[in-house]
Every structure is written in C-alpha cells, then in structure tokens.
C-alpha cells in the first residue's frame, strides 16, 4: 500500500465514525471478520436469467445459489424476495418467515435478513397494485397524495416482512432522451424534492426505510445515455442536482441512501467520498446506511478502470462510504476478505460499515424479532384503499396539450373510434418499474393479477349507449402500417375518433423508454405519427392521448396545420389509468396536471430546462432556437382561472422569510383545479442565475366564479445558490416575483431580448389565465451563508 492510500484509509477511519447503542457495539465485538463482512450484503433470491438490472446475467454467472451455503455466516439483506418472480404473497411469507427463523437458529450470531423490495410505483411484487410513475407524481403538484400514496405502499411492505424499499428516485431531468426519465418526478429541483419527501415520509411512517436515489448527478449523463459520464461543476451539483437529496435528509429523515452509477467530473460515486461522506454524513448529519446500487462496487473495476480488482473496488467503496453491497456479495465478501488477511485493508473501514448495517437492523426491529408468530394467511395487497388512491393520482396528473372545444366528449358523441396502439392494452398503462413491465415480460404465460381497465375498456364503462370501435392500428414500434386500412375506416365511420398513442416501457432495449432504453430522437416511436396525422386527416374530429414515459417533440400535434382537436398527455397513470382518462374525456374530471417538465422542440435542443439564464434560452445571437413547444408548469383545463391582487412583502433580511399573496378566481362555467405558481427572479446576482424560478405552488379547488387568496410563506433560502467562493448564499438585492400557470418561455425571451416587460407576456403564456403582475422584493442585510439549520420549503395556505 502506498503512503498516499494509507493517508487516504487514515483518513476515512476518522470520518464520521458512526454513533450506536450499546447493543449494537456488545454484537460488533463478537464478529468474525466473515460474520462483518456477511452483514454488509444482499443475497439475490431466485435470480435467473431475466434481466432486470444493468449485466445482471454476466453478474450473477457462476454465483453461489444454495442459501445455507451462502448465509453460513449471516446474511445483510435479502434481495427482492417477492420481486423477483411471479410468487404467491402468501406461500412467500410463509417461506420467508422460516428462512428468518433458519438465520435465528442456525447461524452464531442469530441476525435476520433485513429485506429490501423495490416499490417506486408501488410494490413491485405479484398481484401488489402499481400506481401511477413519478413524472406522474410531479404532474399531479400534490405532494399530499403522493404521501397517501407512499404509506399504502410502505403497509403492503410491512405486511409482507420488507424492511427497506428502493425509492424514491430523486434525479432532476436534464434531459428526456435519458430512458430513466419516467422513474424521475419533473425538471425542477423544488419539485422534486418537495414531492420526494412526502414519498419517504409516507413510507416511513408505516415502518420502512426509504431509499433515495440515485445519489448524485445520474440524470445528466452526457446525451441522455444511461450511465454515461456526468460533466457537472460543484455549483451545477450544488443548486441543482443536490437539494431534493437535501430535503429528503434533512425534511424527511431518509434512513438510505443509493450511489448513482456514474462519475462527475471522472470519479465514480461509488468512490466518492467527498460526497457520501463529507457532504451526506458530516455535513448533512445523515445517520443511515448507503447500500450499493446493484453491482456498482464491482463496475469500479470493471466498468470505470478506477480499481485493480473487485476487492480494491471493494475498499474503495467502503472508504468512501458504501456501507452494504447490492444486490449480492460480488466484491464485499471473499475479494475483501483476502485483502483484510494479506493486510491490504485495514478492517476497521469494515467496522465502520458493520455498525451502520446493525444499528439500521436494530431501527428495524429484527435483532428483537424472532418470527415466533405467523405471517398473515390472507394477503392484499391491491385494496379498495390503493386503488382509491391510484384513481385520484391518475385523474390529477393528466395534462390537457390542446382543447378546441372538442373535449369533453359528454354525451355528444354516439359512435367513437378508439385507435392506437396504447388503446387496449393494460401494459401501456405502467411504467418499467411496475412488477408487470420489470418482472412478468420475463414470463409471458402469467397472468397481471391486477385488475387493469385498458382505455378502450374504461371509456366503454363510462359510456354505455355509446357505440366504441376499437382498432390498433399499427404498434409501438416497427414500420408497419397494414392496420392503417382498418383504423381509417374506423374513424369515417365515428363521430369523433380517440388515438392513444406512446410508449411501452421496458429495460435494456426490451421497450421504448426505461432503464437502459435512451433515444436518439424525440419522434414518437415507431408509424403512430403517421397513424396519427392519416386519422385526422379523414376530417372527423380526433383527440390524441399520449401515454408515454418521456415528453415527445409534438409541435406538429400542437400548432401544426393539421392537428389533432385536443391533445391529452398522460405519464404512465398505473392501473387506474384507464378510468381516469375515461373520466377526464367525458368531463366527469377536470384535468388539473400541469408538465412536470418542459414538451421538447426537438431531440438537437436538449439538453434544456427552465431554470436557464439569459444565455441559455433564445436570443439574437444563435439561429438555434430552444423554446419548447410547452413551459414547464404548463396544463388546460375545461376552465379557465385569473390572478388579481398580487401582493409581497416589500422587504426581507437575507435569511428571513416573506409573504406573496394572490386571488385566484374561477372564470369558467364548471368547477376545476387550478395549481397556482409562484416563481421569482434575482436581478442581479454575483452568478448568472435563471431567468425564472419556481418558489412554491399550491393546488386551489374551484367552483364557478368562486375564488380564493394563496398566501405563500416563502424562505429567503428559496432564493439561495452557490457563489463564486463555492459556498450556498442568500445575497441582498432585488427579486422580482410573480404568480402564474406556468414557467412562461415568452417571459424568458422577454427578458433574454429586453423587448418587454414581465407582466405584458405572462398572459401569453400562462395556460388561458388573466393575470400576470410582479411585485418587487428587496433582500437586505449581509450575504447569509445557507445551513442545514434554514427552512428549505415554501409553504402556502388557502382562503375561500
């Protein structure tokens, strides 16, 4: 060992040396480095030959299968018991008690297996109910529902004998040719971190510890490509990519934390330790363990080049700070355990791990748990309750494009086409993660064991004397068009046609968005443009709904000379999805989602985001344009709603907070939700900063003519960013703010051309509202340097 990794172990010894009961150090005295080296890893139960994460066949070849063999000395986790195949809850409980029992009674030390499932649109496990995925989530704006949504998910867990769930997700879009981008919940930090915290504290609040990921930079891989290298400076990482991990720490008492795959600036995360231990653990104060997204400590040798062999990756990870690797013991157990014994590594970086994982099983409950009673005979794990829930996240995050008064469909229509390829198929409805899309591909003779009303099926329920013809038409993928024939007749024959058209999610090329499936183009997959556009053309009025895991560059859809009626987008709605589109078609729903990311121009103007400065967005000085055809926070409604009476504070100090006031008025015929916006704007900063910015929101239910007031308290912290020093300040000076229904891109090239001012283009550009006053807040004081000790979120109240 060379004098410069010696420093380097030395070091890490020091660091964050975790804090645990006295139960906890008398167990860590007994241990054998084998029995250490067992508790800081997973075991994957019944793996085979399907794939569901990055080499998992190349990983898995050769690895020990017999479980007495494999937990001779224990056993950390137990991975994906119910996720992995299609198995009956209750017969797998019924097992997993016993091999609980087995590790209590068979090895030393008498430690159960903690369990970890994945659950990010619900559990992923046979017959669990699958809601709505996260870009949904962000669509929604209600970061109450989605903690409703996240405790039913943490019961099924508990029921089942899980300990930890693997979500939520935490990485901001950067870019939507990434395939990942259906697993994440919108463009803009706030956003996600706001909804990301209600997740883990609605799963925490039914006794399971919430995993965030992917820790850090993950989605701004270069090109959108699934673990590519990430090119971000420390202030990108910092204001950008960092805070919803912040707020999930720090607002939501995450108990884990995932490395992401990829390396930032060329260090690999999972060799990171200025991160996983310098800013999460002695910064941060983060007290729980960081689990190893599966095989990343081995990819440190094989595939970033940074380590020998997988036991060097091994004590590279461990120094800076991996606690346990996922999903089996590929590096952690005998690589490590020949390094410890040739005196390579010094076993107390081991320790240092093996406290963490103990104190995280005693939170748990095992090392008291003796499973002496029986796990329950009857399961459900898809209840009323579940899909209450997963009906009105579906309703509410549905984004209405464009409306040309075709929409709602009522009672209007007699004879409806339903055309498309997303049209009568559950599987379109989910996204990758979602146990039928991740598990049941790999079994094509099982049955879902949900109940998943298809589209066509929903609108047929919701409207009985109408007569719906159904014809696919073409598929997701490929370039044949011989169903073309069918579906045009349909539509001739119809008084109005239906087109569903998208995704299928899927991983590692098996799909056209998920894990591993990135684009080249943002063209909707496959002929369904041309389907599309030959359907119009037949001159009966035609409503496009997208199902899709990625925004797609539909300008044609929106503005084109032959567009669709209306357009409605929908982000993978989960087994509700059906009824709630159904809904929403007829107007028994308002639609009330707004895009949790901006709609693309094209493929050539990504990467792209909102929060942009002057020079990232159009000017006079590029033939490039990057508007999107969409802001983010963008979304119609079968109403329409004004902003009147905007009011703020005049004055804060720097480290303060100050109130912005709004009426909201309802100026249609019909009740409907609006999601009142707040952004604001440094004028003049020591660093380019964005030419808007997302402060708070707030969902406002209205009936006709009805209004109400939204006062939002918002931190001055809200306004914080890196400064030139590298540090996270508040600075005086000026903000402008305002109210609106959406980021507004006519604001931003106001603003980047100095041809206007705010408050003349908001109205263009806010989704039908009136509106559009600023008010001007002045930040005074000394620059406040930001800490973990600062209020993070904006809250709002409202006043009928």
């Not at 508790?39 to 998992?56: S, Y």
Request: net charge negative.
């Amino acid at each position: 060992m060379t004098d410069a990794q010696k420093r380097v172990q030395e070091r890490a010894h020091r660091r964050a040396w975790p804090q645990v009961s006295t139960r906890v150090q008398e167990l860590h005295a007994r241990m054998r480095l084998e029995e250490k080296l067992a508790q800081l890893v997973g075991f994957w139960i019944d793996h085979g030959d399907e794939v569901v994460a990055p080499l998992a066949g190349e990983m898995t070849a050769g690895a020990p299968t017999r479980l007495a063999e494999v937990t001779e000395h224990g056993i950390g986790h137990f991975t994906r018991v119910y996720g992995t195949r299609p198995v009956d809850p209750v017969e797998r409980a019924r097992w997993l008690w016993e091999e609980q029992r087995r590790l209590r009674r068979e090895t030393r030390l008498a430690i159960p297996a903690l369990v970890h499932e994945e659950c990010l649109t619900g559990l992923a496990a046979w017959k669990a109910a699958c809601f709505p995925t996260p870009l949904a989530w962000g669509a929604a704006f209600d970061p109450d529902l989605v903690e409703e949504m996240a405790s039913l998910i943490g019961s099924s867990l508990r029921t089942l004998g899980v300990h930890q769930g693997l979500a939520p997700v935490l990485d901001v879009i950067r870019d939507p040719r990434w395939g990942r981008t259906e697993e994440a919940i919108s463009e803009d930090p706030y956003v996600v971190g706001t909804v990301g915290t209600a997740y883990v504290r609605g799963l925490q609040s039914a006794g399971i510890q919430a995993t965030l990921k992917h820790f850090v930079g993950y989605s701004g891989s270069r090109a959108g490509r699934n673990h590519a290298p990430v090119s971000a400076g420390p202030r990108e990482l910092a204001d950008l990519f960092l805070p919803p991990f912040e707020m999930a720490v720090l607002d939501g008492g995450a108990r884990s934390v995932m490395n992401a795959y990829n390396d930032v600036d060329g260090v690999p995360m999972a060799a990171n330790a200025e991160l996983l231990t310098g800013l999460l653990r002695e910064e941060w104060g983060f007290d729980g363990t960081v689990v190893a997204d599966y095989f990343s400590v081995a990819f440190l040798a094989l595939m970033h080049g940074v380590a020998a062999d997988r036991g060097h990756a091994a004590a590279m990870a461990l120094e800076a700070g991996i606690d346990v690797e996922l999903p089996s013991g590929d590096a952690f157990l005998e690589p490590l355990a020949a390094l410890v014994r040739a005196g390579e590594v010094d076993e107390t970086v081991i320790d240092r791990a093996v406290l963490r994982a103990l104190a995280a099983k005693e939170e748990a409950g095992l090392l008291d748990e003796e499973f002496t009673a029986e796990p329950p005979s009857v399961i459900d794990l898809d209840t009323p309750a579940h899909r209450d829930v997963a009906r009105r996240l579906a309703e509410e995050s549905v984004v209405l494009l464009s409306n040309d008064g075709t929409l709602p469909l009522a009672g209007t229509a007699a004879r409806i086409a339903v055309i498309g390829p997303n049209a009568d198929r559950a599987e379109a409805l989910m996204g990758c993660y979602s146990f039928p899309n991740h598990v049941l591909a790999h079994h094509p003779g099982v049955a879902l064991g949900i109940e998943v009303p298809t589209i066509a099926e929903a609108l047929r329920a919701e409207v009985p004397d109408a007569e719906v013809e159904v014809v696919r038409g073409c598929e997701v993928e490929g370039a044949d068009t011989t169903g073309f024939a069918a579906a045009l007749a349909a539509a001739e024959r119809a008084e109005v046609a239906v087109v569903v058209a998208g995704d299928q999610a899927g991983l590692f090329g098996k799909g056209t968005v998920g894990e591993g499936n990135d684009t080249e183009s943002l063209d909707l997959p496959g002929v369904q443009r041309e389907l599309i556009e030959a359907v119009v053309a037949t001159g009966t009025p035609t409503v496009l709904v997208l199902v899709t895991g990625r925004p797609y560059a539909i300008g044609w859809a929106l503005d084109g000379p032959s567009r669709p009626a209306a357009v409605l987008q929908a982000f993978f709605p989960g087994e509700e999805g059906g009824p709630a589109l159904a809904r929403i078609l007829t107007g028994a729903v308002n639609p009330s989602g707004r895009l949790p990311l901006t709609l693309p121009r094209s493929a050539g103007a990504q990467p792209y985001t909102y929060l942009h400065p002057i020079l990232g967005g159009p000017s006079g000085v590029t033939s490039a344009d990057s508007t999107p055809v969409r802001p983010f926070g963008f979304g119609l409604s079968y109403t329409t709603f004004g902003y009147s009476g905007l009011s703020a504070d005049r004055v804060v100090e720097a480290g303060g907070t100050f109130e912005v006031e709004v009426t909201v008025t309802n100026l249609g015929e019909v009740a409907g939700v609006d999601v009142a916006q707040l952004y604001g704007r440094d004028l003049l900063a020591s660093v380019a900063r964005p030419v808007s910015q997302l402060l708070g929101y707030q969902r406002v239910a209205l009936q006709p003519a009805e209004s109400a007031t939204v006062r939002f308290e918002v931190p001055t912290a809200r306004l914080a960013f890196t400064d030139r020093g590298l540090a996270r300040v508040v600075e005086p000076g000026e903000v402008e703010v305002w109210v609106a229904a959406s980021a507004g891109e006519k604001v931003a090239a106001a603003v980047a051309e100095g041809i206007a001012e705010l408050s003349d283009v908001e109205v263009a550009s806010g989704a039908g509202n009136s509106g559009g006053d600023k008010a001007l807040v002045t930040v005074t004081g000394d620059v406040h340097r930001v800490s973990t000790a600062d209020r993070r979120i904006t809250t709002a109240t409202v006043s009928h």
